[in-house]
């Protein structure tokens, strides 16, 4: 039962008191009325409040908790992060992983079986998430896609990709070409 980041508040939401929060795993669905998320700038300092609703976005939510009854109220928790015990977090079916989940693992292209590197940063785009692998020659930038990413074992720390056509010349530096 350990604490989980959910993301940061990004400010309120109409004249009741409910909190916009960025940052929000994607896949998850909500925590259930009644669930106790603390709020601050870590979950060791946050204050805890109780959820009264919750509504999921793509990759934010708007949370209502018992004791934020105003739009000003809400304001004043902008830029704290949101944290709640990982039991009570609902997913979707199918997998999703948090950034911090991600970075760490290290990453093996299955055709090959060479192992290319670890994940040091997760890019958030509009189209898809991209990794950026920090491989032996330099940055590798991965696509999270389902025809790229094959497997993510969290608890081996282990990625297996498969490199498409195009993905490894995209990724690849021409240095003999600089000199003409």
């Not at 708007?62 to 704290?80: F, P, Q, R």
């Not at 999270?144 to 056509?165: F, P, Y």
Request: aromatic share 6%; glycine share 10%.
């Amino acid at each position: 039962m350990a604490d989980k980041y959910i993301g940061s508040i990004s400010g309120s939401r109409g004249v009741a008191g409910e909190i916009l929060v960025k940052e929000v795993p994607e896949g998850m669905l909500a925590l259930a009325a009644g669930s106790v998320v603390k709020i601050g700038y870590s979950a060791s300092f946050g204050q805890e409040y109780i959820v009264e609703r919750w509504r999921a976005n793509k990759r934010s939510s708007v949370i209502k908790v018992e004791g934020i009854d105003s739009k000003e109220t809400a304001h004043t928790l902008k830029e704290n992060g949101i944290f709640a015990d990982e039991d009570l977090i609902k997913f979707e079916v199918g997998e999703s992983f948090s950034v911090g989940d991600i970075e760490g693992c290290t990453v093996k292209n299955i055709d090959s079986g060479a192992e290319l590197g670890t994940i040091k940063e997760v890019m958030i785009l509009p189209a898809n998430d991209v990794w950026v692998i920090a491989g032996v020659g330099g940055d590798i930038f991965i696509p999270v896609i389902d025809e790229v990413v094959l497997s993510v074992d969290l608890d081996a720390r282990l990625v297996e990709i498969k490199m498409i056509d195009g993905l490894a010349e995209a990724n690849m530096t021409n240095d003999e070409d600089s000199d003409e």
